[in-house]
T-cell receptor, first 115, second 113 residues
């Protein structure tokens, strides 16, 4: 099935460094979501974006909904060891602040943080 | 509210056997979703329910797969005549019609040997 193009596939960084990852699509999505998944667990929602151009923060995490509605970015500032995990972007076709419906996921970015 | 519960967490089965997984969504959530995730990939949509009605099924859901949500509460996903290619993590999620994203369960890891 269709998946979003997420990059990079993996990152190895030192504790304290900032991290950026992005997600692109050939199709328009009206809602973008960012999830984190730990081994053996389900994805946990980090940030939801509902409007093109929107910039939203959640603690050290900041995400942006691209103006074209075909991309999104996630930044993590001052990384810590517990940031380790797999980060997924996901898009929804639904607009208007709703986030139900069929999610299309990226392939994930594996983040490793060295103390 | 204990979140979305899935049972079992792990299942090992022999090829050709039938397996059934259960998902208990967050009680007030009227939408329930099933996804499948293979190693190194993001989750892929299988099917979803609004209350007890199954509204959409992916092409990934072959005839060997069936999902039910009797009474609009818990859901079951059954795989008949399992194949090695069915080995994956099966994730359940639930949501309201509006709100901030889904809540996923911890998944059922299926291994077909």
């Amino acid at each position: 099935g269709q998946q979003l193009n997420q990059s990079p596939q993996s990152m190895f960084i030192q504790e304290g460094e900032d991290v950026s990852m992005n997600c692109t699509s050939s199709s328009i999505f009206n809602t973008w979501l960012w999830y984190k998944q730990d081994p053996g667990e389900g994805p946990v929602l980090l940030i939801a974006l509902y409007k093109a151009g929107e910039l939203t923060s959640n603690g050290r995490l900041t995400a942006q909904f691209g103006i074209t509605r075909k991309d999104s970015f996630l930044n993590i500032s001052a990384s810590i060891p517990s940031d380790v995990g797999i980060y997924f972007c996901a898009g929804l076709p639904n607009a208007g602040g709703t986030s139900y419906g069929k999610l299309t996921f990226g392939q994930g970015t594996i983040l490793t943080v060295h103390p | 509210d204990t979140g979305v519960s899935q049972d079992p967490r792990h299942k090992i089965t022999k090829r050709g056997q039938n397996v059934t997984f259960r998902c208990d969504p967050i009680s007030e959530h009227n939408r329930l979703y099933w996804y499948r995730q293979t190693l190194g990939q993001g989750p892929e949509f299988l099917t979803y329910f609004q209350n007890e009605a199954q509204l959409e099924k992916s092409r990934l859901l072959s005839d060997r797969f069936s999902a039910e949500r009797p009474k609009g509460s818990f859901s079951t996903l059954e795989i008949q005549r399992t194949e090695q290619g069915d080995s994956a993590m099966y994730l359940c999620a639930s949501s309201l019609l509006t709100g901030d994203g889904y809540t996923f369960g911890s998944g059922t890891r299926l291994t077909v040997v």
